[in-house]
């Protein structure tokens, strides 16, 4: 019998618990992406999930054998979830979470047909949103930030990657990292941080000026708060596109950005192809986002150097873009990831529509998807060791799926609200759906 005297949290009577992983594997290439390592309830029985004190999970197995562990455990939470299905926590791979202003009568502009540099170059996009979020005080991208958090949580993600890029200044830049700082003690969601002050560039600038603007002035800015212990910032991005910052530019940044001790997790290949996942991955980059437009030889470059292909099924279906070649990089063993790619140009806070979306456009199949979503995007932030499958000593991340097959969670367009009965952070409970 196990000596724990007290347990976080107790889930029993689960009909599966999908574990993603059970080896501890932080990718799963190829065909091994859709093994899922299930566990299924016999019939008469029940499975169970224990998180022990220290919110990791401790035990998972039948009822009956998590209880002989655990019989003198007094639990602080126990859940009957009977007849219900339980996943990893979901992990959202890519976002731009911290931001005002309201970008709503864009969409009008897609609708009729306008591109997304189109609508740049008339003064939207993401120039409209930095003056937004330049004239906003700290308090109120807060508050956004965090309802937006408690939205995501709603959905079942656990862990999201969160970029800053709406200040194009190092005063603005420094604002938004520091707001997520803020959230992240009391955030339903764990949060990874991005310093993204290579959005875009900004008015009045040419692209080599605010590519020395990045190296020289706010990349060294955020160095600083960092060491001061005001920040903690895991990852750089560039956004490395025609008209923005080109290769030679996002490889310098991306450069000095690894050199400064950050991941590498950009923006590449998205409206045109440059060769941005080649030079990524002749970086080593951990990830690499949207890939609509990679090269043959990207791919292959990419499956050699193990970065991760983050894919941003909103993003495309709302620019109407070509689909990235999902099933090609699956193929040659690319680690394939999702994220919503939440923003004022794609508003979506919900991963299980990003997995049905990934799957009817991208054709990815079920099993596919949700190891993107966990287990995948987790790697992606070099989180997989704590995160992303449901194995003893894992954060105990969980989403019980309110049906005894796993699959409703994507089946079931956004019918998140109906399908997710709890979700869990830590082995602490911070969504349980209304009893109607």
């Not at 560039?238 to 400064?260: H, L, N």
């Not at 060769?275 to 292959?300: I, K, T």
């Not at 991963?351 to 596919?368: G, I």
Request: include cysteine; proline fraction near 3%.
């Amino acid at each position: 019998m196990a000596s724990l005297s007290e347990g976080r949290l107790l889930l029993r009577g689960a009909s599966q618990v999908v574990r993603v992983a059970s080896n501890g594997e932080r990718v799963k290439l190829k065909g091994a992406m859709s093994d899922l390592a299930i566990l299924q309830a016999e019939e008469g029985q029940g499975l169970s999930v224990a998180v022990d004190s220290q919110g990791r999970i401790a035990a998972v197995g039948t009822d009956a054998e998590v209880a002989s562990l655990y019989e003198e455990t007094t639990w602080e939470n126990v859940l009957d979830v009977t007849g219900m299905s339980v996943v990893p926590g979901l992990v959202d791979a890519h976002t731009h979470p911290v931001w005002a202003g309201d970008r709503v009568h864009e969409f009008a502009m897609k609708l009729a047909g306008a591109s997304y540099m189109e609508v740049h170059a008339a003064g939207g996009g993401i120039h409209f949103t930095v003056n937004a979020t330049k004239n906003a005080s700290q308090e109120d991208l807060l508050e956004l930030f965090e309802q937006r958090l408690q939205r995501m949580a709603r959905a079942g993600t656990t862990l999201v990657e969160c970029k800053s890029g709406y200040g194009l200044d190092t005063e603005t830049e420094l604002k938004m990292l520091r707001v997520m700082e803020l959230a992240r003690s009391h955030s339903p969601v764990s949060i990874s941080s991005t310093f993204c002050g290579a959005h875009a560039v900004p008015k009045g600038m040419t692209s080599e000026n605010a590519t020395r603007k990045v190296i020289e002035e706010m990349l060294p800015a955020v160095v600083h708060a960092v060491q001061q212990g005001q920040l903690k910032v895991d990852s750089a991005d560039v956004f490395c596109e025609k008209g923005v910052f080109d290769v030679a530019q996002s490889r310098r940044i991306m450069q000095a950005c690894k050199d400064a001790g950050f991941l590498l997790n950009f923006h590449a290949d998205e409206l045109t192809a440059l060769g941005g996942a080649e030079m990524g991955a002749s970086l080593g980059a951990e990830a690499m986002s949207h890939l609509e437009e990679v090269s043959p030889a990207g791919v292959s470059a990419m499956a050699e150097s193990g970065s991760v292909a983050v894919i941003l099924p909103t993003t495309a279906y709302i620019l109407r873009l070509p689909a990235p070649p999902v099933r090609a990089m699956i193929d040659q063993g690319v680690p394939v990831a999702l994220g919503t790619d939440f923003n004022p140009n794609a508003f979506c806070l919900s991963m299980p529509l990003v997995m049905h979306l990934a799957c009817v456009l991208f054709r990815m199949n079920l099993r596919e998807a949700l190891t993107a979503a966990t287990l995948h995007a987790a790697h992606s932030l070099r989180r997989a060791h704590d995160h992303g499958s449901i194995e003893v000593g894992k954060l105990g991340n969980l989403v019980v799926v309110d049906s005894p097959r796993w699959e409703h969670l994507v089946y079931q367009l956004g019918g998140t609200d109906d399908t997710i009965a709890h979700v869990v952070n830590q082995g602490r409970v911070v969504y349980s759906k209304e009893s109607m």
